[in-house]
């Protein structure tokens, strides 16, 4: 048989890059990640940014892909997705983490934490290891912390200048009793629903109102809606880069490593941006026409939540201490 020349050589480098092909694919892994934010937010440039320096280190044999906008699913199947591998990595808030890791309700509850910066140190801190250990132990790698600011209350109706004003206003929460119980003890009606429903919700008067911090207020042009803006600064909560542990221990310790260290430098990264962008996304609310209502004391607010505290520390006795060991960090 004549097997022309050309054709043989065809075979060949088809079989080669076949080969090629095979052994790259045995050993090179393409992550798939969850974002709620759009591009340009801070979380989703220190999330790109960690993507791009973890291809680049590992030479591409771990690739990483963010998806952005909640496009993959909302917040609670997110974190239910890559708690068992179907997604490998996303950036969480630590709110809707609550029905899944009972400890991380602590970082729920309202004015727990004293001020930004004292947040920090304390998930810096040895705290901080306690809460990613609990995560660990349902299927999350804890390997940063993001920031996510102070949470305020908007609505569209008038400015919140004492809990009596948040009566009868359906406000929207995060997916976690505590925000209902929140709610609740000042007198609203609280709506659980994902972020992205909320500005439709807001024009049809499903909802008078909801909670946030400037930069996702703003992102959302939820100041269009809900223009009065009320300094309650209620919740601090903390978010987190987290890792499928199954994607995880499928890594070889030297890539962990890599991917550590991309994880930390997107957290100090993260945090910069986000100093900023809070600055910026206020001005912006404001050039949008929204009302800001500077609350000097917090006192009124503080001891509306007293309920909340007892109706906690009944369901969960244990966590009092963590309350505590919060409080005694500077
Ligand atoms: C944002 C946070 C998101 C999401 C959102 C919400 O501030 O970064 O992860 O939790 O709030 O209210 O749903």
């Not at 997916?175 to 909320?198: E, F, K, R």
């Amino acid at each position: 048989m004549i097997i022309a020349k050309p054709l043989l050589r065809t075979t060949a480098l088809a079989a080669a890059v076949f080969c090629l092909a095979a052994t790259s694919s045995a050993f090179a892994k393409n992550w798939r990640g969850w974002n709620i934010h759009a591009p340009g937010y801070a979380n989703t440039v220190a999330l790109e940014d960690f993507a791009k320096a973890v291809g680049e280190k590992t030479n591409g044999e771990l690739t990483l892909k963010v998806y952005n906008n909640a496009v993959l699913g909302d917040q609670p199947d997110a974190i239910e997705q890559t708690r068992n591998g179907a997604l490998d990595f996303g950036n969480f808030n630590l709110g809707p983490m609550g029905p899944v890791v009972p400890i991380t309700n602590v970082l729920s509850l309202p004015f727990v934490f004293s001020s930004e910066e004292q947040m920090h140190h304390v998930m810096d801190g040895k705290i901080g290891k306690e809460f990613a250990d609990a995560i660990e132990k349902k299927g999350l790698v804890v390997l940063s912390w993001f920031d996510s600011g102070a949470r305020s209350m908007f609505n569209d109706k008038h400015p919140i200048k004492a809990p009596a004003d948040v009566k009868g206003l359906k406000i929207r929460v995060m997916d976690n009793q505590l925000y209902v119980d929140m709610i609740d003890a000042m007198g609203g009606n609280a709506t659980p629903m994902p972020m992205g429903s909320i500005y439709q919700s807001l024009t049809t008067g499903v909802l008078d109102g909801a909670e946030n911090n400037y930069p996702s207020y703003t992102e959302f042009n939820l100041y269009q809606v809900a223009k009065y803006y009320s300094t309650t600064d209620h919740l601090i909560i903390p978010e987190c880069l987290c890792i499928a542990k199954k994607s995880w221990d499928a890594l070889d310790p030297k890539t962990q490593g890599i991917v550590r260290q991309a994880a930390l430098d997107a957290q100090t990264e993260q945090r910069e941006l986000w100093a900023k962008a809070s600055d910026k996304a206020k001005q912006d609310a404001v050039k949008g026409g929204a009302k800001i209502n500077e609350i000097k004391d917090l006192t009124p607010f503080q001891d509306a939540m007293k309920p909340v505290y007892a109706k906690f520390y009944k369901k969960f006795p244990d966590l009092q201490k963590v309350v505590e060991e919060i409080r005694a960090v500077k």
